[in-house]
């Protein structure tokens, strides 16, 4: 039996309400990710399979009902549990589409070809994506990883090249 994948597409910060809704920062684009059944993992846990009763936006968010959390007390204690989907269970992309963890561990390079680390983790301030950037001498760059900054992804070589904004490399890269 071969392993199964799991890739992280959303977070529960909260409760909702006092039925076992659970507030959700979702990563993902697809809406279809959050019907019939997701994973959820508590800390280093192996990941949990949970029916999913419904699921809507909400202010940002996703508002998320599980067959086996009925009420605020168990939603609380879904707090700040990983919400999953098996890798296989991911929509096909279209050519200029990567997931985020197939990013995980690229190189990243300036257009003039010079290396400035590898990507190492993810945020999501305020909707936006960030890239954290880890730099050869241990140094973290945020970057927003928007189209406007992201040159191209280059999966076959595994490397990102980026255009930053002026100035931005610099408060991160600048001796103090």
């Given at each position: 039996m071969t392993e199964t994948h799991f890739i992280e597409i959303g977070?529960?910060?909260?409760?909702?309400?006092?039925?076992?809704?659970?507030c959700v920062n979702y990563f993902a684009d697809s809406p279809?990710?959050?019907?019939?059944?997701?994973?959820?993992?508590?800390?280093?846990?192996?990941p949990v399979e949970h029916k999913v009763i419904s699921s809507r936006p909400h202010?940002?968010?996703?508002?998320?009902?599980?067959?086996?959390?009925r009420n605020r007390n168990?939603?609380?204690?879904?707090?700040?549990?990983?919400?999953?989907?098996?890798?296989?269970?991911l929509p096909e992309l279209t050519e200029e589409e990567v997931?985020?963890?197939?990013?995980?561990?690229?190189?990243?390079?300036?257009e003039d070809g010079s290396v400035i680390g590898r990507i190492t983790a993810f945020q999501f301030n305020l909707g936006a994506e960030?890239?954290?950037?880890?730099t050869t001498d241990?140094?973290?760059v945020l970057f927003p990883a928007t189209e406007e900054f992201v040159s191209n992804i280059d999966l076959d070589e595994n490397t990102v090249t980026?255009?930053?904004?002026?100035?931005l490399l610099d408060l991160y890269l600048s001796e103090k």
């Open positions: 977070l529960i910060v909260k409760p909702h309400g006092l039925r076992g809704e659970v279809f990710l959050l019907k019939d059944t997701v994973w959820l993992q508590k800390g280093k846990n192996k202010k940002g968010q996703e508002l998320l009902t599980l067959e086996s959390c168990c939603a609380e204690e879904l707090r700040n549990v990983k919400v999953l989907v098996p890798d296989a269970e997931y985020l963890h197939q990013l995980e561990g690229m190189t990243v390079v300036q960030v890239w954290v950037i880890t241990k140094k973290e980026i255009a930053p904004p002026p100035g």
